[in-house]
């Protein structure tokens, strides 16, 4: 097993327990005994050395070639699985508190996410989050930039809620490119459930400057 097949099985156990505690009730005498068994593992994650993330990203080949400022679009065909940022926090497999969703190539100008939210991520009762939709989205859209070899730094991000976003159940959220001007990316999203949509964004996301500037999108 490598170490970061180690670091998966730490942090999808961790996701479990994550869940089991925001969802489940149990005695105190057994939450105290919980409480000691977390606080010693964690003890002995402190004795460890420091991660750094950026470190940890440059040991995935195409993120390490989008942080040296080249520009490696993935070769993908439509409908296949994006391995976007395995530390990210919407589905990183690496990610102790991760969101849980599976990005997709949609196109050579979208990408969609896919996933069910736990309710350990609701706000309203019964409800997703709209800062946790906030945060996917601007993922989705991450996603489509490192999809498309670019490496781009949110400048603004304008969400509208449309209608509740539902939680244990399938939903969609889907990004595009919208248009481009030298290193200002403009994207699109959405999310939709089995109800309707239930938001819609926009999204200026800034090139970096060693890059190659980028053209309109091929209508």
Excluded: C
């Excluded at 969802?23 to 460890?48: C, H, T, W, Y």
């Amino acid at each position: 097993m490598s170490s970061w097949d180690a670091v998966a099985k730490v942090a999808e156990a961790t996701r479990r327990l994550n869940k089991a505690i925001s969802g489940r009730r149990l005695p105190d005498k057994d939450l105290e005994e919980i409480a000691v068994a977390v606080e010693s593992l964690a003890s002995r994650f402190d004795a460890g050395s420091q991660r750094n993330k950026l470190d940890d990203m440059l040991t995935r080949p195409h993120l390490a070639a989008i942080y040296a400022g080249q520009y490696t679009p993935l070769e993908l065909e439509d409908g296949d699985p994006i391995e976007f940022d395995p530390f990210s926090v919407a589905g990183g497999e690496y990610h102790p508190a991760a969101i849980g969703l599976s990005f997709f190539k949609e196109s050579d100008e979208s990408v969609i996410g896919q996933g069910t939210i736990d309710p350990m991520f609701a706000g309203p009762p019964e409800r997703v989050h709209g800062g946790v939709q906030a945060l996917i989205i601007d993922e989705v859209m991450g996603a489509l930039n490192r999809m498309r070899g670019r490496q781009a730094y949110t400048a603004y991000l304008k969400v509208s809620y449309k209608g509740p976003a539902p939680l244990e159940v399938p939903v969609t959220f889907r990004a595009w490119v919208h248009s481009i001007d030298g290193r200002k990316i403009t994207l699109m999203g959405t999310g939709d459930g089995p109800e309707g949509r239930f938001m819609e964004a926009e999204g200026l996301f800034i090139q970096r400057e060693d890059q190659p500037e980028g053209s309109d999108p091929t209508p």
